[in-house]
């Protein structure tokens, strides 16, 4: 629960400082805090994108490289984050029916 990126990320979620003040997050190294404002804000990008990869990408890269490149950007980085997600998705998603 204590880690921090070499960007600057924070938490479990990786919340960037800037998500956790607009999240409202007061401490970002407990982990139900800092699960609770992730959730929210990918919930937000959803509302945003209306698109779960745009959303995922987002998260990884920010909205306004979301923008910029007009979908997901080319960023290796960026597009590993959304296979994983997704292979854990299905994996919960499976375990959990």
């Given at each position: 629960p204590y880690a921090?990126?070499?960007k600057?990320?924070?938490?479990?979620?990786?919340l960037m400082p800037e998500t956790i003040e607009e999240m409202n997050i007061?401490?970002?190294f407990d982990p139900e805090e800092n699960i609770y404002g992730g959730a929210r804000y990918l919930k937000i990008l959803l509302e945003i994108?209306?698109?779960?990869?745009l959303a995922l990408a987002a998260y990884n890269a920010g909205i306004e490289k979301v923008k910029m490149y007009n979908g997901i950007?080319?960023?290796?980085?960026t597009r590993q984050f959304i296979?994983?997600?997704?292979?854990y998705y299905r994996l919960f998603k499976e375990r959990g029916s």
């Amino acid at each position: 629960p204590y880690a921090i990126s070499s960007k600057g990320a924070r938490g479990l979620m990786q919340l960037m400082p800037e998500t956790i003040e607009e999240m409202n997050i007061r401490d970002p190294f407990d982990p139900e805090e800092n699960i609770y404002g992730g959730a929210r804000y990918l919930k937000i990008l959803l509302e945003i994108f209306k698109d779960e990869l745009l959303a995922l990408a987002a998260y990884n890269a920010g909205i306004e490289k979301v923008k910029m490149y007009n979908g997901i950007p080319p960023y290796p980085e960026t597009r590993q984050f959304i296979l994983r997600v997704l292979r854990y998705y299905r994996l919960f998603k499976e375990r959990g029916s």
